[in-house]
């Protein structure tokens, strides 16, 4: 962790893949970390955006400029721990003032092994990537060389075709904050896990509902075996084309059980009706976007946090009723199917971080199971 009295400073850069290089200081691990290059536009908020698992294998940058100013604490995360690979911001506060906070946002990287610049100029490099695209990068925070982060850039992993949803999703089914076999009150929702960020099981906890978390590659003839109500699909990372194990799973589900898709749940479940994606320029990613809902003509400001996304041209129009339009750069933001009970969404209604305009879909949800019940 970097003190503003300290006076030997750890260096630190990031390198993209088409060779600009911003230098700056580190404040969280050393070591030198490859990823997709990203930007964030919330304000508040950096400890859920750290922890959402939709950021693996990502290296977020946040545009805000003061980070750091209320430390971390327990409630806001969003899973076990950091999932990003790398994060920047203009300026880190070391002295974080807050009665919850339990300690440093910088010593909570640190203990994580989270490689952390501070002193960058993020907003040229929030423009580069707006003109240029997210690209492969490299970040590093010690002994480096700027031509070998460069070369590190060139050789990673693009994120178009990887499966990252195996490497978040958890190891084995578990329920949430309930006893899914006790008899009473609450319709009880099978979530499947391809990142799933903690808030939409507490969620759908709040509208009356028993949770039952299980991993990605779950069968769907061990999922209906367990009589659910409903079905959730979750967000995630990565690019949607290359779960195709969790798409055939899915088709089985789809007329079995009501089902609502989150953000790569949407992407999942459109692949499934026989829709394709593709991977956006810079993607979207922040609580400040504004959608749509095209039944009601209401607009709500979203969380949202994605790179890839639904090719509307490819949805069976026969089946398909677009729901909800961002206001951005009118992409696809929601769809319900006219005849089978499925609903879903490219936002979060969750938020975390993020303004909560669009949690009521958690009590359509209810209301959908409770009419095929």
């Excluded at 997210?134 to 700027?146: C, N, V, Y």
């Excluded at 590190?152 to 978040?168: C, K, T, Y």
């Excluded at 005849?339 to 490219?346: D, I, N």
Aim: a neutral charge.
């Amino acid at each position: 962790m970097i003190k503003m009295n300290q006076k030997t400073k750890i260096k630190g850069a990031i390198a993209l893949e088409d060779g600009r290089v911003f230098e700056g200081l580190s404040f969280g691990a050393k070591g030198i970390k490859t990823g997709e290059v990203v930007f964030n536009t919330s304000m508040t908020g950096y400890q859920e955006v750290i922890t959402d698992p939709s950021y693996k294998g990502q290296i977020v940058t946040m545009t805000y400029p003061l980070i750091g100013n209320y430390g971390i604490n327990k409630k806001d995360e969003e899973s076990a721990g950091p999932q990003i690979e790398g994060f920047i911001t203009r300026e880190y506060c070391p002295y974080p003032s807050n009665h919850e906070s339990l300690g440093s946002l910088g010593r909570y990287l640190t203990q994580n092994g989270v490689i952390a610049l501070s002193e960058i100029d993020t907003r040229a490099l929030t423009r580069h990537i707006r003109r240029a695209g997210a690209m492969r990068a490299a970040i590093a925070a010690g002994d480096f060389e700027s031509d070998q982060l460069i070369k590190r850039a060139e050789a990673s992993m693009p994120l178009a075709g990887r499966d990252l949803v195996s490497e978040v999703t958890c190891e084995k089914m578990y329920d949430f904050e309930c006893d899914w076999e006790a008899q009473g009150a609450g319709v009880r929702v099978v979530l499947y896990d391809y990142g799933v960020k903690l808030n939409i099981a507490r969620c759908l906890r709040a509208v009356g509902c028993k949770v039952r978390i299980v991993p990605a590659s779950t069968k769907a003839e061990e999922v209906l075996r367990m009589k659910p109500d409903g079905i959730m699909l979750s967000n995630g990372p990565g690019d949607p084309s290359a779960v195709r194990y969790a798409v055939e799973e899915i088709k089985k589900l789809l007329g079995k059980k009501p089902i609502f898709g989150i953000c790569l749940g949407q992407q999942l479940l459109a692949l499934a009706l026989g829709a394709s994606t593709y991977k956006l320029k810079f993607g979207h990613r922040g609580s400040n976007h504004p959608v749509k809902n095209l039944r009601t003509g209401k607009i709500n400001i979203t969380c949202q946090n994605h790179g890839f996304c639904v090719d509307i041209d490819t949805l069976p129009e026969e089946d398909i009723e677009v729901t909800h339009m961002n206001l951005n750069d009118n992409t696809i933001e929601g769809f319900q199917h006219k005849e089978l009970p499925l609903m879903c969404v490219q936002h979060h209604p969750e938020a975390s971080p993020g303004p909560h305009d669009a949690q009521q879909l958690f009590n359509a949800f209810r209301e959908m199971m409770a009419d095929k019940t």
